[in-house]
């Protein structure tokens, strides 16, 4: 009598029971916490007008460029500020950041050769969460949000933002959302 081993059993229940297709393999049932991922390119603009916080251009391009981080994007985006008081550390009420990053959405193909191995990740990004953040930031947050919104695949998105020109408040922006980040180091 020919035997089958646990592990086949597992794949042939869950084909049985709609819950897998046959080509299934055992390591995607056994984990099923990962998504199969492709990067996709974007470029964005971002006409940043602040009353209550000032950036300077390597002050905006840092914070557009830790804010992309968090969602997600790969580690070799690139963020350009320009308009403000370029080669001054003096800060500026108006700034243009152009962002090059790319960014995981679901494969349309997971045996594809450009397949990542990709997770689904909570992000929030507040007053002090993470570290990087601020009191004050809401007009950058307010202002960044068809970038997040358009740029990343994003699901349960809550994106909150009150903010008041010149006035500083612990909760005048939370934005919350899983996003895809990759599972490799």
């Not at 602040?50 to 557009?64: A, H, R």
């Amino acid at each position: 009598m020919n035997r089958i081993a646990p592990a086949s059993w597992l794949t042939i229940c869950l084909v049985a029971f709609g819950l897998a297709s046959p080509g299934l393999s055992l390591a995607a049932a056994a984990d099923p916490g990962t998504t199969a991922a492709e990067w996709h390119p974007q470029q964005m603009t971002l006409s940043y007008s602040g009353f209550t916080t000032l950036y300077s251009c390597d002050g905006i391009e840092d914070k557009v460029r830790d804010i992309l981080l968090t969602f997600g994007a790969r580690k070799d985006l690139k963020v350009r500020a320009s308009g403000c008081n370029q080669g001054s550390t003096m800060p500026s009420h108006i700034a243009f950041v152009r962002a090059e990053f790319n960014t995981l959405a679901p494969a349309t193909d997971p045996a594809s050769a450009a397949a990542v191995k990709s997770t689904w990740v909570k992000v929030q990004i507040a007053p002090n969460r993470p570290n990087f953040m601020g009191a004050g930031e809401c007009e950058l947050v307010e202002q960044m949000k068809d970038m997040l919104q358009k740029g990343f695949k994003l699901r349960n998105a809550d994106y909150q933002t009150s903010c008041v020109p010149h006035q500083v408040s612990m909760a005048d922006y939370s934005v919350t959302a899983e996003v895809l980040k990759s599972t490799a180091p």
